[in-house]
């Protein structure tokens, strides 16, 4: 069974710093493109980053120069560093098969993490 444990967010100030992790089991996680997607309250998916399984990394422009995504395959672990935040980043932060995504009927898997940027 595919498992994706989301993990890691919580309540900052505009301008500071937040490490999300995901811990996957129940496939090869090494095989896989894997994604950061959030969804602000009342708003609906977004995608945020993309690590392929050779590392390239690709992000949503919103995020650009402000996440790095990043990914442990000797821990089935991915990563999203999200610095200097900002009050629209506040969303529940999922991670995906990036496939999964990018299907056109993509359902979380996990409970996601919440984000919340506020002074």
């Known amino acids: 069974e595919v498992k994706l444990v989301e993990s890691g967010g919580g309540l900052v100030q505009p301008g500071g710093s937040l490490r999300l992790s995901c811990a996957a089991s129940?496939?090869?996680?090494?095989?896989?493109?894997m994604s950061w997607v959030r969804q602000a309250p009342g708003k609906g998916l977004e995608w945020v980053s993309t690590i392929n399984a050779g590392g390239s990394t690709s992000y949503a422009d919103s995020v650009k120069g402000r996440f790095t995504i990043s990914r442990d395959n000797s821990k089935n672990t991915l990563y999203l560093q999200m610095n200097s935040l900002k009050p629209e980043d506040t969303a529940v932060y999922y991670c995906?098969?990036?496939?999964?995504?990018?299907?056109?009927?993509?359902?979380?898997r996990g409970q996601g993490t919440q984000v919340t940027v506020s002074s």
């Open positions: 995906a098969k990036a496939w999964e995504y990018f299907s056109g009927s993509y359902v979380p």
């Open positions: 129940g496939f090869t996680f090494s095989y896989h493109a």
